[in-house]
């Protein structure tokens, strides 16, 4: 399973366009791209997901370049509320079942 | 949406009782789910792949007689921590992947504390 790089942490302040970037280098044909947001004591809750160019939901979007060694969430106009840790993942049903190895996360503060 | 659900969500027990938490899909068939924990401000650990119908899969480092998975149905998974001590205390959360949508679910979260 592919490795993930994220930055640990990241500021913001409310309102402003926040993109954090995900390097995995190591991603398999068959592997999608899904973010994760993870509030405190609760379980990882599902933003985004993409395999290649450019996907967008009522939350973000996400970027995916040509070669696919790398993705960028991004938050349009973030709130308090979205201060959370994001999670980058790489996997898919067709790699080991589904299996998701998780890495340390990027924790995002959202200031007022 | 898809759910899975966790039960219970919160269990305080003493040093050398076994815990069971349960972990279910509500709306859609899991044939796989998958254990994780997580320590205060680290991220989700993977324990282990439970299958429906065989033997779990242990992720290396995690012991296979102190953590019990049973797969019993296409929705329950259970993860049994046996005579738990006070360094089991921690956050464990399951996940059940739905195959039409190559999407996985994550359940809330069992907060496990051992006096």
């Known amino acids: 399973l592919a490795k993930t790089t994220q930055p640990i942490s990241m500021d913001s302040y409310e309102g402003q366009e926040v993109n954090i970037t995900c390097s995995h280098n190591?991603?398999?044909?068959?592997?999608?791209i899904t973010w994760y947001q993870q509030f405190p004591s609760q379980g990882p809750r599902f933003i985004i997901q993409?395999?290649?160019t450019k996907v967008t939901n009522e939350v973000a979007s996400l970027f995916i370049p040509a070669d696919r060694k790398s993705s960028t969430l991004s938050l349009p106009r973030v709130s308090l509320s979205d201060t959370a840790v994001y999670y980058c993942?790489?996997?898919?049903?067709?790699?080991?079942?589904?299996?998701?190895?998780f890495g340390q996360g990027t924790e995002l503060s959202v200031k007022p | 949406g898809a759910v899975v659900s966790q039960h219970p969500s919160r269990v305080i027990c003493k040093s050398g009782t076994s815990v069971k938490i349960e972990c279910r899909s509500l709306?859609?068939?899991?044939?796989?789910m998958f254990w994780y924990r997580q320590f205060p401000k680290k991220s989700l650990m993977l324990m282990a792949t439970?299958?429906?119908?065989?033997?779990?899969?242990?992720e290396q480092g995690v012991e296979k007689d102190k953590f019990l998975i049973n797969h019993a149905s296409l929705t329950l998974s259970t993860l049994t921590v046996t005579s738990a001590h006070p360094e089991d205390s921690s956050f464990y959360i399951c996940?059940?992947?739905?195959?039409?949508?190559?999407?996985?679910?994550f359940g809330p979260g069992t907060r496990l504390t051992v006096l």
């Open positions: 996940s059940a992947p739905r195959r039409t949508y190559n999407e996985q679910f």
């Open positions: 190591n991603i398999a044909t068959n592997d999608y």
């Open positions: 993409g395999y290649k």
């Open positions: 993942l790489v996997g898919g049903l067709g790699n080991q079942g589904g299996k998701l190895i």
């Open positions: 709306d859609f068939q899991a044939t796989t």
């Open positions: 439970s299958n429906e119908g065989s033997k779990a899969t242990y």
